[in-house]
Structures are given as structure tokens and as C-alpha cells.
């Protein structure tokens, strides 16, 4: 069992920059692959990124390809999200996720563990 807390979103005018981070207490933080999906308003949940347990691998959906970074430090128990160049369709809801695959995982399927969510806003 493992218990993920998101924070750090808001609201940020297009262009502009926010970092996530996903705080996990529980079981074993470096024994879980992590992930972040999205959900906008009337839109099913998204897939966003991925790190695998170590941090050596990470895999990015293709619209935020270039304009974000996954990162985790396991001594914190900690993963991040850091968005840059943010575009209004990048609004939605961001959720972080804990899943026990070996490496990556880019399907809620895989995913057990969730978190509440946290809310980004990008004005044009």
C-alpha cells in the first residue's frame, strides 16, 4: 500500500511554468514505477509521463513531449513534474500514480495506487 499526495498546481498564463510533486509515504518508494496522468473537463484520463523505480528511464506522451520533465529523488520519496511552456489544453486536473511494473508504465490499467489530484489552470 502506498499513499500519494500531489501539490504545486494553480493557475499560470500560457507560456509560463509550474513544477508538480507527488509525496508518497508507505510501502517502499524505489519498489514502485511512477506516473502522471491528466484529466480534463468531459475528457477521459490521460496518460503524461513516466519514471521507472530507479529514474533511469522515463517516457513522455507526444503533446508534452519537449515541454516537460519527470524526475524522482527516491531519498525524498518524491516525484516530480516540472511543465514548461504551458498551453490552455494543457489545463486539467493532475494525478500521480504508483504502479509495480519493472520499468514503465504508460497505462492507467497499471497503475494501483492514486492520488487526489491536483489543479492546473493555463490562461491564454
Known amino acids: 500500500q502506498v499513499q500519494l499526495v500531489e501539490s504545486g498546481g494553480g493557475l499560470v498564463q500560457a507560456g509560463g511554468s509550474l513544477r508538480l510533486s507527488c509525496a508518497a509515504s508507505g510501502r517502499t518508494f524505489s519498489t514502485f514505477a511512477m506516473g502522471w496522468f491528466r484529466q480534463a473537463p468531459g475528457k477521459e484520463r490521460e496518460f503524461v509521463a513516466t519514471?521507472?523505480?530507479?529514474?533511469?528511464?522515463?517516457y513522455y506522451t507526444d503533446s508534452v513531449k519537449g515541454r516537460s520533465t519527470i524526475s524522482r529523488d527516491n531519498a525524498k520519496n518524491t516525484v516530480y513534474l516540472q511543465m514548461n511552456n504551458l498551453k490552455p489544453e494543457d489545463t486539467a486536473v493532475y494525478y500521480c500514480?504508483?504502479?509495480?511494473?519493472?520499468?514503465?508504465?504508460?497505462?492507467?490499467?497499471?497503475?494501483?495506487?492514486w492520488g487526489q489530484g491536483t489543479q492546473v489552470t493555463v490562461s491564454s
Open positions: 500514480a504508483a504502479s509495480s511494473t519493472w520499468i514503465t508504465a504508460t497505462t492507467r490499467k497499471e497503475y494501483a495506487f
Open positions: 519514471i521507472s523505480r530507479s529514474g533511469g528511464n522515463t
